[in-house]
């Protein structure tokens, strides 16, 4: 009965029209937006690990997901950190909670993982913890846009995300990140170790990743794009008038 549905991605839009019976006229893509100010505001990324107990100079790699179920890909990040560990003794910051966190837990401590990966549980101060890490990750199996991505692209950081649902329409492989498949530790290990091994290449996706947040998905262009939704739907329904 709605006059415009608004989906956050093509993949979105495309999975509402083909399963949920909606004409595609009635659908229209209105990426999310994240508060870069606010990502800006942050306290300092050192002062915060010294807070988590991180070892000085340890590489940290952050997921912020719900703990619910497997398909934000924790298992997968605990396979390619495990078989990383010998070259680059890495840390996990997993932000989020959820009645699979003790199982997750498990998972973790029986890959030898148990004083590297922190479980933060759920977590107000995101934008802080991100200045903590030196890579996101985000290998989910499915996926829409994820509003934890885009904030850590804001805040700079180079991601690694899984090509799946509407990730590859916010990461461009090789420029605003690293794009992987799905289900596939080695392959997100591969990932890790190059931004690892090359410095300049993690700073130059990070530095572009914020730049392309910057420019399409601040909540100014949010609020703009929405506005003038409002506007086009009381011009059709009313002409103008109300």
Same mark, same amino acid.
Do not use: C, T
């Given at each position: 009965f709605t006059d415009l549905s608004l989906a956050v991605s093509?993949?979105?839009?495309?999975?509402?029209?083909?399963?949920?019976?909606?004409?595609p006229a009635k659908v229209r893509v209105v990426a999310n937006g994240v508060d870069v100010a606010a990502i800006d505001a942050a306290r300092p990324g050192d002062e915060v690990r010294r807070e988590l107990g991180l070892p000085e100079g340890a590489p940290v790699i952050g997921l912020v997901?719900?703990?619910?179920?497997?398909?934000?890909?924790?298992? @997968?990040?605990? @396979?390619?950190?495990?078989?990383?560990?010998?070259?680059h003794p890495v840390h996990a910051l997993i932000v989020g909670g959820g009645r699979r966190m003790d199982e997750m837990r498990q998972s973790a401590e029986s890959l030898g993982l148990a004083g590297a990966v922190h479980f933060l549980?759920?977590?107000?101060?995101?934008?802080?913890?991100?200045?903590?890490?030196?890579?996101?990750?985000?290998?989910?199996?499915?996926?829409?846009?994820?509003?934890?991505?885009? @904030?850590?692209?804001?805040?700079g950081k180079p991601v690694i995300a899984t090509a799946v649902g509407g990730l590859p329409e916010v990461v461009t492989d090789g420029e605003t990140g690293l794009l992987i498949p799905p289900r596939d530790s080695a392959a997100l290990a591969a990932a890790l170790a190059r931004l690892l091994t090359d410095p300049a290449l993690a700073r130059r996706l990070g530095a572009n990743a914020r730049a392309d947040v910057q420019e399409h998905y601040s909540l100014d262009r949010l609020g703009r794009e929405i506005n003038e939704i409002y506007g086009e739907l009381m011009e059709q329904k009313f002409g103008g008038g109300g």
């Open positions: 093509r993949g979105v839009r495309d999975y509402l029209v083909s399963q949920g019976g909606l004409h997901g719900r703990l619910d179920h497997w398909g934000k890909g924790h298992k @997968e990040l605990f @396979e390619a950190m495990a078989s990383l560990r010998e070259r549980g759920p977590r107000r101060d995101v934008p802080d913890l991100l200045n903590a890490m030196d890579i996101f990750v985000l290998p989910s199996h499915s996926e829409g846009v994820s509003l934890a991505l885009l @904030e850590a692209m804001a805040a």
